[in-house]
């Protein structure tokens, strides 16, 4: 193509000046996934992107767009608006997914991130500053994996120098074809922007059980004083005090009351909320998960059934 059949387009990324030919391409991919980009909420504020990720509507999003207690609603981009239940959540791939009662959605084209080269291009798509639909253009620049703060593990990323800003979290990282491959988590970031490879997210909902597993409670964090078996010395401790535990549950069948104290799941600690789902996702198809509570000052061992769908464990700080 000559100089003159070119046209200047502005674009935001390293990519410069390129042609009617490569513009049209760009325009059409941008317009073919956007049915499949939403925008998630919680307590009705905007609060990140998501992936329609099956017809079925099951969506994908970053586990920190909607961590914490409160409702999350999903905004279509044809306008519909839809409550949504969080089926499974993973604090350390900062991954969720999504469900809202809809059918016939157009699902996203997913392509394999595990063949990414750096130097290709990609383009991200999500809501910055609640601006909808905005694409912003880059190369990958990095694939390896990234520390997970406070927890001493890692986690694969794609790191690329496209733009985001809070708005782009949980949306689709695309590839010159239109294809996800990657989910935009830059809580991860820093100057760069991060995302979840789709091979991994892919691997992730894959392996989730056909069910959903919760406990069935509230919880707080808190530090006590607790007298040390045998030596009965006073030390301090630190858990998750249960506010509250709903009827007919796992937790509830399992005998855990409002008071109870939960330190460790699964031989883990348990400081925190998300430190609690993550191991209820590491769990994985296990029924069983050994429980260490604190009541009365004094530490038992509960074993819980998690078999059944029971309402999701939540959060308040």
């Given amino acids: 193509m000559t100089k003159t059949e070119e046209k200047d387009i502005e674009v935001s990324g390293p990519v410069g000046f390129i042609s009617d030919e490569v513009s049209s391409e760009l325009i059409t991919m941008v317009r073919n996934v956007g049915p499949s980009v939403v925008q998630v909420r919680r307590d009705g504020r905007g609060g990140g992107a998501g992936v329609i990720w099956r017809s079925d509507g099951a969506i994908l999003t970053n586990h920190h767009v909607v961590a914490g207690s409160g409702s999350v609603s999903v905004l279509l981009p044809d306008g519909r608006a839809f409550p949504a239940r969080v089926l499974n959540q993973n ?6 997914l999504l469900k809202i009662d809809a059918d016939d959605l157009p699902a996203a084209l997913v392509d394999d991130s595990s063949r990414l080269r750096i130097g290709e291009m990609v383009f991200a798509v999500g809501h910055p500053w609640g601006q909808k639909n905005v694409v912003t253009a880059g190369i990958v620049s990095g694939l390896g994996h990234v520390p997970i703060p406070g927890s001493g593990r890692t986690a694969q990323y794609l790191r690329s120098d496209v733009h985001v800003a809070p708005g782009n979290s949980g949306g689709p990282m695309l590839n010159a074809g239109g294809a996800v491959v990657g989910i935009t988590a830059m809580i991860f970031g820093g100057d760069m922007a991060v995302a979840v490879p789709s091979h ?28 040390l078996p045998q030596s009965r010395r006073e030390g301090r401790a630190a858990g998750l005090l249960l506010v509250a535990v709903d009827d007919d549950t796992p937790a509830a069948r399992a005998g855990l009351k409002p008071g109870d104290v939960i330190l460790a799941a699964a031989g883990k600690p348990v400081v925190d909320g998300e430190a609690l789902l993550d191991v209820l996702s590491d769990n994985g198809l296990n029924r069983n998960l050994p429980l260490h509570i604190a009541r009365g000052g004094v530490i038992r061992e509960v074993a819980i059934d998690l078999a059944g769908e029971d309402p999701p464990l939540e959060t308040s700080a």
């Fill in 200 to 227: 991994v997210a892919a691997e992730w909902v894959g392996g989730l059980p056909s069910r959903r597993v919760f406990l069935g409670v509230s919880v707080e964090p808190v530090e006590f004083a607790l007298t």
């Fill in 91 to 96: 604090p350390a791939l900062d991954l969720a």
